[in-house]
């Protein structure tokens, strides 16, 4: 039944993080058991490098700031703490910056966790409609009393307030694409 099969998927999932009892998913195995935990280590070890993969198409100078197998790692416990709750990855993430931000073991870079907000706004930039540019231009001064023309901001434009010189940090590392 669709009951009973969305049970198994949540089950598979809470398997995947690890967060089911043995028990209980020892019960939705099927005839044999080690090839079930084949399987599950299989689905486990995809989901990290999905989320790897994800995250450092979306944060590749925070990769290379803090190198790729400490990137991994991040990339795995992130998953694990904060799952995508959306079938799109490019829309999971969001949240990065500020588990940066609480890390321990980055807290002597507190400049990580803003270069990480300006890659998210970045994606989300990249992601973002296409501005309407209908009576976009310098006559449109002219043609209109100063006082009605509104300022409209394109979709997608952010304002990060750093202490740090994040834009700089950024442009000294050039994103690379991530490994095939």
Do not use: C
């Not at 079930?36 to 486990?44: D, H, K, V």
């Not at 990290?48 to 416990?77: D, H, K, N």
């Not at 709750?85 to 321990?104: I, K, N």
């Amino acid at each position: 039944t669709r009951e009973r099969e969305a049970l198994r998927q949540q089950m598979l999932l809470r398997a995947l993080w690890r967060d089911a009892r043995p028990g209980v998913v020892a019960g939705w195995m099927r005839d044999d058991p080690a090839r079930f935990q084949r399987g599950l280590q299989a689905y486990q070890a995809n989901a990290s490098a999905l989320a790897e993969r994800a995250l450092a198409a979306t944060y590749p100078v925070l990769r290379q700031l803090i190198g790729e197998e400490s990137f991994a790692t991040l990339a795995r416990v992130f998953w694990h703490r904060q799952p995508p709750l959306r079938g799109d990855m490019g829309l999971w993430g969001d949240g990065l910056p500020d588990f940066v931000a609480d890390s321990e073991s980055l807290a002597e870079e507190p400049y990580l966790a803003d270069v990480a907000r300006l890659e998210w706004r970045l994606h989300e930039a990249t992601r973002a409609a296409d501005p309407d540019r209908k009576g976009l231009d310098l006559e449109a001064l002219g043609r209109h009393d100063p006082a009605l023309i509104r300022l409209q901001l394109a979709p997608g434009l952010a304002l990060i307030d750093s202490p740090h010189p994040i834009v700089s940090i950024w442009r000294a590392h050039p994103p690379e694409p991530p490994h095939q």
